[in-house]
């Protein structure tokens, strides 16, 4: 078997019946032993080994959990299978290799006899987890049955475990080799200066000492402290944090002192790199993320990494009034709204103590409505004069008091400082607009806290640019609106009409005022709804009625990128307003008779013929369009017959022989169709499908569009001209095919069963699999039955068979003379 997907081979297997499957199994078998290594990440070799040769085991092996199945692997004990495992890394249903150490390894050294010598020749498991193994696999062995594992372990985890671990692990190795087994481990630690004394001064001498103890076991056990590390899972924790890998949580039960008293041992973050997992980084900045973590440790953090610390931990009050934080305000906008959120931090002193002031109102959350309430409180001591408003506003960037002191500051009537009566440093809207910078979203943000009636006393007073910030970026109530309007004019809402991306309600009310400028702005939104740019070209109003399209909206015509803005043009094409018209003839080259009939035919019913006669003296469609259209403007019923060509025009049959005309640009007429704002003529694509006389080519492009039929997109399946892209599974996803019809008409047959494993996934919204396998189970037992020979000789051909499945599966059958 030549094709590289184990798939078809396990495939095949699961639809024969038992016997007939046994038999391909035999038959197969070098291609099972690679399916099977391929499957759990081993060498063939070790898959025969383990799986044995009977055929319904090996059958049996190709469907099992992986991971399942390794481990009973692994409790076989054997050394051999133990370093094969190893290196395993098995696949499930998908092709992603999984490691499956972490589950392997505990299995594998609780079933292994330390005595066997084979797990310590080169090249076994020993060396292996000596030379390779991470943190967390050196703590497995740790608690292994292998004295010079524990003793490894001992000397590479050493520094970053607790006294008591550490003692549990001399006593393990004790209760294994005795003392002779502890005075080896000294001498190595003694002979391997760059060990140190392990990070534990004391151990050298208790292990001495136990070495030379009538029982070292009961002396070890004796001086641990009790009840302290007990739990493995604390251990391990412990291990990942001074490793830099975790946990992200605390351990359930795991005493905050016992933590202390390590960090005060081996400070987090003094850990060197010992074993290949260890990370760069502060361990003290992951430990502060623990829930619960104790204020202390989270401000020893905070003194050395302030903002880190701000991003990770809960910090307490008083890391918000220190005097000499650096970056101030990154550590005011990472930590000030989570913690007022969760509420460990008072609204109330936060305004009253923290500063600067500027830093607090930026970093405030605003959408927190005790946090609202808290500030509008605070600001009902400005009250609805504009000159405590403007005087705020001129001073938040220059006081370094709290928010409390700034209101205080501007409301009083005693300092010798000048008191605002106008808007500092007015500045014009901007075209587009920008958000605000500097103090102004600081300003805006506290403003809107404010109760309405001071609001709609202060907004006459803003400058051009905090009204556009107002409106555009702010959220004022309708009457704050109208109050803006009313003192600021229709420049405010031209100006509210500068930017993209605004909410619905907001572009409701923009579209609702019918404003010229306003909605030359709109127009150029990316995000507006092609119906709105269809009525402001054809001069229609929201509120009623119908203009001539303005000057404004036409100059934005003009200004158009035609490359990348054909379609905005293209909405007017139905319009009839003679200066849109005049603008698409200019500027776009109409592909589609039927295009320009349309254009024609709404110019003639809007204006009559005279504007029809404008835009044919352009000179810039067909010469025998012009001739025939000129002769229709004098007659009487000369509308009427525009319109009975253009219905001729927009015939099915017609556009087919539009699309038809090249196919070696099938996929260009498409597009060209489609953006005239024509519909493809589905139902002439059919019967052309059906008849063969559809052009070589043209199927591509169709079956990627949303409305193609059921009919097109089974003809693309047959074809190979038609690669398998997105289409099939939006297709399949949409019901419009099923995985049946892939089975069923897809060609080649190894693509068919690629796209089968593609599309018919098991997410919630795959579809059913079970009609495709009794599909297939149907064909099988038809053609194949229990002939092992038709079945090998079927997947034999698989890799350069042209047909579909069925055929693959029929001809498999004729070839071996398997008949029904």
Known sequence: MTDSSPCALRLALSLADPATADALA????????????????????????????????????????????????A????????????????????DTAMSARERLLPVLLSAADPLDERWYEDGGLVEAIEDEADAPTLFLALTSGFPALISYAVAMLGPYLPPPVMLDAAAALAELAGGKGIASLVRGIETTPELGDLGHPWFLDVLRRAADAPDPVSFLRERRPAGEWTDPAQVRALLALRSGNGPTARPAGLDWELIRREHERLPFGRETRRTPDFREGSRLLRLVRWEGCPADLVMECFHEAPEDTARSAELPFEAFTMPSTANRWRLLSDALGPGIRAGRLSVERV?????????????????????????????????????????????????????????????????????????????????????????????????????????????????????????????????VREAVVAAHGVPAQVSMAATYGLSGEKLAYLLDLDEPKVDALLFCDPDLDLSERKRMLAGRLRGGGIRPVPGELLAVLDDLSVSHDRDWLMAGLESGDLGVARRIVDRVRLHVPASRLRLLAAVWERGGPDAVREILAMDRLPVTLRRRTEKLLDTPDGLERLRAHLAEEESPARLLAYLSRSALHTEEQVHRLLGEGLEPP???????????????????????????????????LTSPAVPATDWVHDAVRSGKLTPVDILTHRAPARDALGQLR???????????????????????????????????????????????????????????????
């Open 26 to 73: 035999e038959r197969l078998r070098p291609e099972l032993s690679a399916a099977l290594a391929y499957r759990f990440g081993l060498p063939e070799e070790t898959v025969e080994q383990l799986v044995g040769s009977e055929p319904a085991r090996m059958r049996a092996a190709l469907t099992a959990d992986p991971e399942e199945w390794l481990i009973r692997a």
């Open 351 to 479: 305004l009253a103590e923290v500063t600067p002031a500027e830093a607090v109102l930026d970093s405030l959350p605003y959408d927190h409505e005790p946090t609202r309430k808290a500030l509008a409180d605070l600001l009902g001591r400005l009250g609805t004069d504009p000159v405590n408003w403007l005087t705020c506003y001129a001073r938040i960037g220059r006081t370094d008091g709290s928010v409390a002191d700034l209101i205080a500051d501007a409301c009083s009537t005693d300092s010798r400082r000048t008191r605002r009566t106008s808007w500092p440093r007015p500045s014009a809207a901007q075209f587009p607009a920008s958000p605000p910078e500097n103090t102004r979203p600081t300003f805006l943000a506290m403003f809107q806290c404010a109760s309405e009636e001071a609001q709609i006393a202060v907004v006459p007073h803003f400058d051009a640019r905090a009204v556009q910030h107002l409106l555009i970026y702010g959220e004022p109530s309708p009457k």
């Open 75 to 94: 409790e076989l004990g054997d050394p051999a299978v133990g370093r094969a495992l190893w290196k395993a890394r098995y696949r499930p249903d998908g």
């Open 758 to 820: 593609r599309y018919g996934g098991n997410g919630p919204d795959a579809p059913d699999r079970e009609p495709v396998r009794e599909r297939a189970a149907a064909l099988t037992r038809e053609h194949l039955a229990a002939d092992a020979e038709a079945w090998a000789v079927c997947l034999q051909l698989l890799p350069t068979f042209a047909g579909t499945l069925p055929e693959l599966v029929a001809t498999a059958g004729a070839m071996t003379r398997v008949h029904p």
């Open 682 to 716: 589905w139902s002439a694509l059919m019967a052309a499908q059906k008849a063969g006389s559809l052009p070589d080519g043209l199927l591509g492009p169709l079956v990627e569009l949303p409305g193609c039929p059921r009919e097109l997109l089974l003809a693309a």
